[in-house]
């Protein structure tokens, strides 16, 4: 059975750091970029996800759209199936759910993945979700 289980979501100051990890089993890592996704939970939930950071199956590729770049981190430790995504300097626009996905490599790009905005819920062919973190930045 595949699953995507994320963890580590709470609440922290503007200018804080978090960890949040994804836990992957049922599938082959390697085949697959994975990628975290985030969107307001009190949006409505056909709105738009925004991807925050990328990385291949094998660890060796990461992207970041300019809204985090320089403030988070995506990576996966060697062989196991955990990726994690370090967050500093939060903003209060950083709030949100914090979802995990899986995309096979061969349906997308690296880049394509991360720089997707897609309605909440939506689930492409192949593609598997985990339910979501959620993450606060207030003072």
């Known amino acids: 059975q595949v699953r995507l289980v994320e963890s580590g979501g709470g609440l922290v100051q503007p200018g804080g750091s978090l960890k949040l990890s994804c836990a992957a089993s049922g599938f082959n890592l390697d085949d697959y970029h994975i990628a975290w996704f985030r969107q307001a939970p009190d949006e409505a939930p056909w709105k738009e996800r925004e991807g925050v950071s990328c990385i291949s199956g094998s660890g060796r590729l990461t992207y970041y759209p300019d809204a985090v770049k320089g403030r988070f981190t995506v990576s996966r430790e060697g062989a196991g199936n955990v990726i994690y995504l370090q967050m500093s300097n939060l903003r209060p626009e950083d709030y949100g759910i914090y979802y995990c996905?899986?995309?096979?490599?061969?349906?997308?790009?690296?880049?394509?993945?991360?720089?997707?905005?897609?309605?909440?819920?939506?689930?492409?062919?192949?593609?598997?979700w985990g339910q979501g973190t959620q993450v606060t930045v207030s003072s």
């Open positions: 996905a899986a995309a096979p490599t061969r349906t997308t790009t690296l880049r394509a993945l991360c720089l997707r905005r897609d309605a909440g819920g939506t689930k492409r062919r192949g593609d598997y």
